[in-house]
């Protein structure tokens, strides 16, 4: 069964650090993996998709890698700012029940001005 | 184009009361899914389906039905609440793969239901 799990649960760093966001799973047979924002009582917002046959993808201050064979992820934001302050999550596609997501639990971020 | 919308944005209920949770896409998505979100288990699927008139079971169903009658519309309902069914209800949607690849599901913005 796939797990998705995401390191740290909490991080609260001052403006400007550059950070990084871990998520790991445990089945390498993925189709994509996901980064998504959650601002609180909102749903949630697509940051950035990586295709299972991409290394890498970018948007702006986010870069996204996936390494399938170690089951790893990083999310990385440079030049952190507060309006960055959101919950994080991490989430695989696989093939089964119509191409599902399987969360891992977020790492809530807190950016301190 | 309001992209996904949800009906109520919030509602209490009574423990046995039913209920049903409105989900709307103009985006003409053929593919469309009710997920919970609760603390500490992160968002579960709990049922989904692939095109109108159609419907499966995610990792959660028990307790909860659905129907696609409409491809716009896709419909939660609780015949019977409990208090374990309260939580934070998304609802998404997406296309086919193009190409082969999955494209992101875009989410709604959320139905919190307390159930007592």
């Known amino acids: 069964k796939q797990e998705v799990t995401q390191i740290p649960a909490a991080l609260s760093v001052p403006e400007g650090e550059n950070l990084v966001l871990n998520c790991s799973f445990t089945d390498s047979a993925i189709y994509n993996l996901q980064w998504f924002r959650q601002d609180p009582g909102k749903g949630l917002t697509s940051l950035l998709l990586i295709q299972s046959s991409q290394r890498e993808q970018t948007s702006g201050r986010l870069n996204a890698s996936l390494d399938k064979s170690s089951g790893r992820s990083t999310l990385y934001i440079a030049a952190s700012q507060p309006g960055d302050s959101a919950t994080y999550l991490c989430a695989v596609i696989i093939q089964d029940q119509g191409g599902k997501l399987i969360f891992g639990q977020g790492t809530e971020l807190s950016v301190k001005p | 184009n309001a992209g996904v919308t949800q009906t109520p944005k919030f509602r209490v209920l009574k423990t046995g009361q039913s209920m049903t949770l409105l989900c709307a896409q103009d985006m003409n998505h053929e593919y469309m899914y009710w997920y919970r979100q609760d603390p500490g288990m992160g968002l579960r699927l709990i049922h989904y389906?692939?095109?109108?008139?159609?419907?499966a079971k995610g990792e959660v169903p028990d307790g909860y039905n659905v129907s696609r009658l409409k491809k716009q519309n896709f419909l939660l309902g609780l015949e019977s609440a409990a208090p374990s069914q309260t939580s934070v209800y998304f609802c998404a949607s997406k296309t086919y793969r193009v190409a082969g690849v999955w494209n992101t599901q875009y989410f709604g913005p959320g139905t919190r239901l307390t159930v007592l």
């Open positions: 389906s692939v095109g109108e008139g159609t419907t």
